[in-house]
């Protein structure tokens, strides 16, 4: 087997490995993003997009999954080893994608892949904000870390971690040990990542919870459909109208007889009758009122009530009498 000029043998291909379009390519290097202390203008904040986004991991330009976290520290720093884009974004772009019973899961390896894009996504629009701010120049590798790590849960499960968590739950502790060393205290990251497994661990908690109130739903509306439809709910369907039918009838029939007694000659009668009755009252209430007020204002009348209020005198004074000489 020969080697290649050098005498050095080829390194193995890795999943991480892509095959750019030579014309995407040659076009992507040609792209110049604006210089970090220039002044922010329309232009700029295209080019820096242009920049990014043709060596995220989904672009045709793009030589591996990673090379995105590469060109973005030859920009901003460059940080090498310590910083956020070498020792964190492209080290576990790799270990994720290069992970192969990860990778040989159909639900594992959409997720990682969904996530790289996602991340990548989400730290070119901030970079485009933060160059439009006029502050990008200004940036700090640990502001670029602490955005980065902010959103890393809503990356996760953007991606699809809970089809993960209720898909292929076996693969749970594999995913985990992939940043075991992030959780390990003092490492550097363990706060934050800690900080974020819970935010993640929330978020995909509160998505099953979703999706099963969804799924019983939908079966609950399965299960009325299929009873309706059965031949026992079309019975008791056609009984219910059947049922109501019959009370409308019913209604129908009662009122027809109301109106008819009403408009027989009976009916005319009694009302007529019921009429003649209110009419009377109306008269001997009437009667009696003026007769009460004649009474009142008469001679007699006036007399009576003088000889009512003199009683009530005297047999006041009379009580008032006895008191003071029991009290003597």
């Known amino acids: 087997m020969g080697f290649p000029p050098g005498g050095t043998p080829a390194a193995p291909r890795e999943n991480t490995d892509l095959t750019?379009?030579?014309?995407?390519?040659?076009?992507?290097?040609?792209?110049?993003?604006?210089?970090?202390?220039?002044?922010?203008?329309?232009?700029g904040a295209q080019a820096l997009r242009d920049?990014?986004?043709?060596?995220?991991?989904?672009?045709?330009?793009?030589a591996t999954t990673y090379e995105f976290y590469e060109q973005l520290d030859n920009y901003l720093g460059p940080w090498g080893e310590e910083g956020y884009p070498i020792a964190y974004g492209k080290e576990y772009n790799r270990a994720f994608i290069n992970h192969d019973t990860l990778m040989e899961n159909d639900v594992t390896r959409g997720w990682i892949e969904n996530?790289?894009?996602?991340?990548?996504?989400?730290?070119?629009?901030?970079?485009?904000?933060?160059?439009?701010?006029?502050?990008?120049?200004?940036?700090?590798?640990?502001?670029?870390?602490?955005?980065?790590?902010?959103?890393?849960?809503?990356?996760?499960?953007?991606?699809?971690?809970?089809?993960?968590?209720?898909?292929?739950?076996?693969m749970l502790p594999t995913i985990a040990m992939v940043p075991g060393a992030e959780f390990i205290p003092f490492s550097g990251?363990?706060?934050?990542?800690?900080?974020?497994?819970?935010?993640?661990?929330?978020?995909?908690?509160?998505?099953?919870?979703?999706?099963?109130?969804?799924?019983?739903?939908?079966?609950?509306?399965?299960?009325?459909?299929y009873v309706r439809n059965s031949t026992v709910g079309q019975t008791v369907g056609r009984?219910?109208?059947?049922?109501?039918?019959?009370?409308?009838?019913?209604?129908?029939?009662?009122?027809?007889?109301?109106?008819?007694?009403?408009?027989?000659?009976?009916g005319r009668t009694v009302g007529r009758g019921i009429d003649a009755a209110s009419e009377f009252a109306d008269d001997v209430t009437e009667t009696v009122s003026e007769g009460v007020d004649y009474v009142r204002n008469s001679t007699v009348g006036r007399t009576v009530g003088q000889g009512i209020n003199t009683a009530r005198e005297t047999v006041s004074e009379g009580w008032n009498s006895l008191v003071n000489w029991w009290n003597e």
Do not use: C, K, W
């Open 51 to 62: 920049f990014l986004e043709g060596y995220m991991s989904d672009s045709p330009a793009a």
């Open 239 to 266: 009984g219910i109208d059947a049922a109501s039918e019959f009370a409308d009838d019913v209604v129908e029939t009662v009122s027809e007889g109301v109106d008819y007694v009403r408009n027989s000659t009976v």
């Open 115 to 170: 996530t790289g894009r996602i991340l990548q996504r989400e730290l070119t629009d901030f970079l485009v904000e933060r160059y439009e701010q006029g502050t990008l120049g200004e940036m700090s590798e640990a502001e670029l870390r602490e955005f980065a790590f902010d959103s890393h849960p809503s990356a996760y499960t953007e991606a699809g971690l809970t089809d993960v968590v209720l898909n292929a739950p076996e």
């Open 20 to 43: 750019p379009d030579p014309v995407a390519r040659a076009r992507q290097q040609s792209i110049q993003p604006p210089d970090l202390n220039a002044p922010p203008t329309p232009e």
């Open 189 to 225: 990251n363990s706060a934050a990542s800690f900080e974020q497994a819970i935010e993640t661990a929330g978020i995909v908690g509160y998505e099953i919870g979703e999706r099963g109130y969804a799924a019983a739903s939908e079966a609950i509306g399965q299960g009325v459909d």
